[in-house]
């Protein structure tokens, strides 16, 4: 398989990047147009213009071409540079896809990994136009509040193994917002991140296999950060860790520590197998067993009592009418 770093239209500009960097380590200080022009290598009017795009992604940038530039503070963006350096050696230090704005990381991701793009790429946005919800849906993904990033991964597994990665990046998100906050997350199954009884996450994993080998998986996470408002139709079931805790949250730091859980909690589940996933998230999510539920799958709806896990990380329940199923794909909510 070739090695080869797919670069793909619309990622971050290099120089864009490089542009908050150096106003970063200058933080405070004004820097005239023209030096930052040198530097980056570019016109003093696209520093101008580049200075207006950053200011709509949040990023407190003053002045103007005539007196120079700086940042009253340092900004909260998910830039390349910044997170490779906080994630030396890691899997997921080396191949990072940045973008201001783009339709969905999960989409990119699927089209690194048709391109041979190696184990181990992240996909990030600041923004999604059309990011990715579970079936169907759409995830709201309002710029530079959220964290909206995809793993590319090829593990050697089978397919049907695959949800398992879904339920482990639950975990690794739980552990991260833990160490962040102090709070604990519950974990909807298969895919919800919730607190406070809310939803303050989801996971979307999507992969292309073969019928008996997984060639690649995308796992997509989406987290609500900052949001302090949501969109009419989630308001009443979203949340944000700015709303659970009152404050706001360094975005760089929550992605630094999701990858770095993910990759503990990855690199274990490829040791020791699908149990060191299943027993964990059993043991942390309330409804895992002893939940009264409803389930509808499409093609009928049910509700029962959930009664653990299978060994691939299908939720078993004891319907109401007697016999116990396993859930294969559905909604599952608590009865009301
Ligand atoms: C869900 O709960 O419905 C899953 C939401 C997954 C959203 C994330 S955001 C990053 C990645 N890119 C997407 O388009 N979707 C996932």
Redesign the pocket.
């Known amino acids: 398989m070739s090695k080869a770093k797919t670069t793909l239209p619309g990622t971050t500009d290099r120089r864009i990047t490089a542009l908050v960097t150096l106003l970063a380590e200058n933080a405070t200080i004004v820097i005239s147009g023209a030096r930052i022009a040198r530097e980056i290598g570019v016109s003093r009017s696209t520093v101008w213009r580049w200075v207006q795009r950053l200011r709509e992604l949040g990023v407190r940038a003053k002045g103007h071409p005539r007196t120079g530039y700086f940042l009253e503070k340092v900004p909260d963006l998910l830039t390349p540079d910044m997170l490779k350096t906080r994630l030396k050696g890691s899997l997921f230090g080396k191949h990072i896809h940045h973008f201001l704005k783009i339709?969905?990381?999960?989409?990119v991701?699927m089209e690194l990994g048709y391109a041979d793009e190696p184990e181990g790429a992240v996909?990030i946005?600041e923004e999604?136009t059309?990011?990715?919800?579970?079936?169907g849906?759409t995830?709201h993904?309002e710029r530079g509040t959220?964290?909206?990033?995809?793993l590319l991964l090829r593990p050697k597994i089978s397919p049907v193994q695959a949800p398992l990665l879904t339920m482990m990046a639950g975990l690794s998100a739980r552990s991260a917002i833990q160490a962040q906050t102090d709070l604990f997350l519950d974990l909807k199954w298969p895919?919800?991140l919730m607190l406070g009884g809310r939803?303050l996450?989801?996971?979307?994993t999507e992969m292309h296999a073969e019928p008996t080998q997984v060639r690649f998986v995308s796992v997509?996470?989406?987290l609500n950060v900052n949001q302090e408002k949501f969109p009419a139709e989630v308001t009443s079931f979203a949340t944000s860790l700015r709303a659970q805790t009152g404050r706001t949250h360094s975005r760089m730091e929550v992605l630094v520590r999701l990858l770095r859980e993910f990759e503990n909690d990855y690199n274990r589940f490829l040791r020791e197998g699908a149990a060191t996933v299943t027993e964990r998230f059993e043991a942390v999510s309330s409804y895992a067993r002893g939940k009264c539920v409803s389930v509808s799958n499409g093609m009928e709806n049910y509700s029962g009592v959930t009664a653990g896990l299978s060994p691939e990380g299908l939720l078993r329940v004891k319907r109401d009418a007697g016999e116990t199923v396993t859930v294969i794909a559905g909604d599952v909510k608590e009865a009301s």
Not at 103 to 107: I, Q, V
Not at 201 to 204: D, M, R, V
């Open positions: 339709d969905s990381t999960n989409r991701a996909v946005a999604q059309a990011g990715r919800g579970r079936a849906r995830w993904s959220g964290i909206y990033v995809t895919n919800d939803k996450g989801g996971i979307l997509g996470i989406g």
